[in-house]
């Protein structure tokens, strides 16, 4: 029986601001990025994500973003390298005291939004990226995308990392996200994503945007919890993956 992890986004609202179904949510998958109060989340949301996890049995992880509360982390940023692996250092060790609060190990580490989208190309951000993991714990995996800059400098210098596909977004013929800025950018139909998912998972394929077939690898598939649809999303992946024989675990 072939195994993959399913993670999601989530612990993004902040104050007064609710952002997705995160109490229903993460019944369901089996790991979680839970944002450290920069792009969203504040120490309440962190605290009650973090216990949620634990009571689901669901694997942790840090997903540290811009300083952008108001673009949500999905603003392109300029910051000086050793500001940036700071401010992701910040994060994680955010994150990281409310696992200790609850007994809960930290599993992983998933840049957000743009901080990620830009660690594809950009060899300043992927090596602020890894080198504030590295700093916090050498043997603490990094979700990374295939063929991306930050791929490529996480095995430059040791880093263990974990490949990570998206359910619910479109690709470009060069394995980048399309920009959520255009149409078709985010796929809402559940059963179209759970048909991706299924062909990610037993036939290591996907289609791009521009009708391209790609050959994909990945142990990780992500939900976005700010979808609007992502509940019914991740149920219907759930029922598709175990009609065909496909375990969900967290790594």
Known sequence: MQTIDLNCDLGE??????????????????SVNIACGFHGGDPDVMDHTVAMAKK??????AHPGFPNLLGFGRWNM??????LTNIIL??????????????VRMQHVKPHGNLNNMADTDTGIATSIVEAVHTVNPELPLFVKPNS????????KGQPYVLELFADRAYNKDMTLVSRSHDGAIITNPQQVA????RMVKENRITSITGEELKVEGQTICVHGDTQSALEMI??????????RIRISSL
Do not use: M, W
């Open 13 to 30: 609202s902040f104050g007064a601001f609710t952002i997705g179904k995160d109490d229903e949510v993460i019944k369901f998958i089996s």
């Open 56 to 61: 689901y049995n669901v694997g942790v992880g």
């Open 78 to 83: 300029d910051i000086p390298s050793k500001t």
């Open 90 to 103: 910040y994060q994680i060790g955010a994150l990281d005291i409310f696992c200790k609060k609850h007994g």
């Open 149 to 156: 800059e930050l791929e490529r400098v996480a095995k430059e």
């Open 195 to 198: 048909k991706n998912v299924v």
């Open 235 to 244: 149920k219907v992946i759930r029922n598709t993956l175990a009609k065909e």
